[in-house]
């Protein structure tokens, strides 16, 4: 099979069974919210997930609405999820100055994530923690939200954070909103590369931190504080973006991969059922470059960057915090006049489609009338689609419901 366009990573999967391979060779090894959001992504507007059945009360023409996986790893579903989060972000964000910062770490380091998934849970509130101390010093509570990324444009293993902050925020007695309160570059790296080393030697200091093959010889934690030192040596990279009025920008730019797949399908440029060519900007020459992985390498870069089930990719911390929102965030509406905010907000699939098509998938186009739900058919259990994975991966429920 040769795609030159408009490539699917769904396609990419099912061609040749290279998903069904790949899984038999490492299956001791994925994950089970792994194979969960390949399977969805692979039923994904299929008949095995049902439909709703609308017709035209005229005509009597009808038309099937296939009901879609709602995975993170499909980009279709990731789309709307994705549209519908910033939507919803931008009525409740307050309406003032921010600032987006990068928290990157050595790339030695990256490997104890892998080793150790826990600790991608624990580096968020490490993150939130340096800006909320640095603002409490001023006699502020910010407002921030922030997304863990655990790869690169490439695809490789890159364990950061992308926080966004209010430059200002709330007085510590909730009387006042202060406006200014900016980062200090070199105050934030030091803390930053501080908490994180600590962060991992407080975990082998507790039995556990699994070490990679690489520190095998690493047998007290005297020798592991010994090895971590090293990185005191070097500066570490926290990117502090100039600030601005555009929360849109900070939520798009966030956005684009909180709730989508590692990869959008537009960057793919090539498959010829052996190897995945795909661009991606390098960031180090600012270019674009060319990326050419055999097929399963695709597949094994793609499916690690899949967290588990009810991992939370975004955070919120400060006055936006979900424990104390409730109560701050009027305050903060308040201070910045910001009425009539709109909180409650879902975009549905009738709506997407009228947005971007102009067009109403529920009007007839013979009669020019509403369309009714005549009957639906719903999906299976979740334990039947594990059932079903080897006829799912060899393209068996692959027909697409229009």
């Known amino acids: 099979m040769e795609i030159v366009s408009g490539i699917k990573i769904k396609d ?21 919210s792994i194979i969960s959001n390949v399977l969805k992504l692979l039923i994904c507007r299929t ?42 972000n931008f009525n409740i964000l307050p309406d003032t ?11 030695k380091l990256w490997i104890f994530f892998w080793h150790n998934r826990y600790l991608i849970n624990l580096i968020p509130p490490i993150a939130a923690n340096i800006i909320k101390e640095h603002a409490k ?20 293993r890159n364990i950061h954070i992308h926080l966004s902050t209010t430059i200002g925020g709330l007085s510590l007695d909730h ?5 200014n309160c900016y980062f200090p570059e070199s105050k934030l790296k030091s803390m930053w590369r501080y908490a994180i080393i600590k962060l991992l030697r407080d975990e082998y200091k507790d039995g556990n931190l699994k070490l990679p093959p690489s520190l095998k010889h690493v047998k007290t934690y005297d020798s592991f504080a010994s090895w971590t030192s090293q990185f005191y040596k070097i500066t570490w990279n926290v990117q502090l973006n100039k600030h601005n009025e555009n929360k849109a920008i ?14 959008g399908e537009t960057r793919i440029k090539s498959y010829d059922g052996k190897n995945v060519v795909f661009e991606y900007l390098d960031h180090y020459t600012n270019s674009v470059d060319t990326m050419d992985l055999p097929v399963y390498d695709f597949i094994a870069r793609l499916i690690c960057h899949i967290h588990d089930k009810n991992f939370r990719v975004f955070r919120y911390y400060g006055f ?40 109403d998938p529920l009007y007839c186009y013979l009669c020019n009338k509403e369309m009714i739900l005549n009957s639906f058919v719903l999906p299976p259990p979740t334990n039947t689609i594990n059932d079903e994975h080897e006829k799912i991966a060899n393209g068996f429920y692959s027909f697409v419901l229009t």
């Open 250 to 263: 900070n939520l798009k730019y966030i956005g684009r991969y909180v709730k989508r797949p590692p990869i």
């Open 12 to 32: 990419i999967f099912l061609d040749n069974g290279n998903w069904w391979k790949f899984f038999l060779k490492h299956k001791d090894l994925i994950r089970l």
């Open 175 to 179: 009387k006042e909103w202060i406006k």
């Open 97 to 107: 100055k921010w600032q987006h910062i990068i928290f990157t770490m050595p790339d």
């Open 320 to 359: 936006l915090a979900n424990r104390v929102r409730s109560t701050l965030l009027p305050i903060v509406y308040t201070f910045l006049n910001m009425k009539d905010v709109i909180t409650n907000v879902y975009i549905t699939w009738r709506e997407m489609i009228i947005n971007t098509l102009k067009k």
């Open 137 to 156: 010093e001023k006699g502020i509570k910010p407002g921030i939200f922030l997304a863990i990324h655990t790869f690169g444009r490439d695809l490789k």
């Open 47 to 88: 008949s095995f997930l049902g439909y709703h059945h609308y017709v035209c009360p005229n005509c009597k023409k009808g038309i099937k609405v296939p009901h879609t996986c709602k995975s993170r790893f499909c980009s279709t579903c990731g789309k709307k999820a994705t549209d519908n989060w910033i939507e919803k």
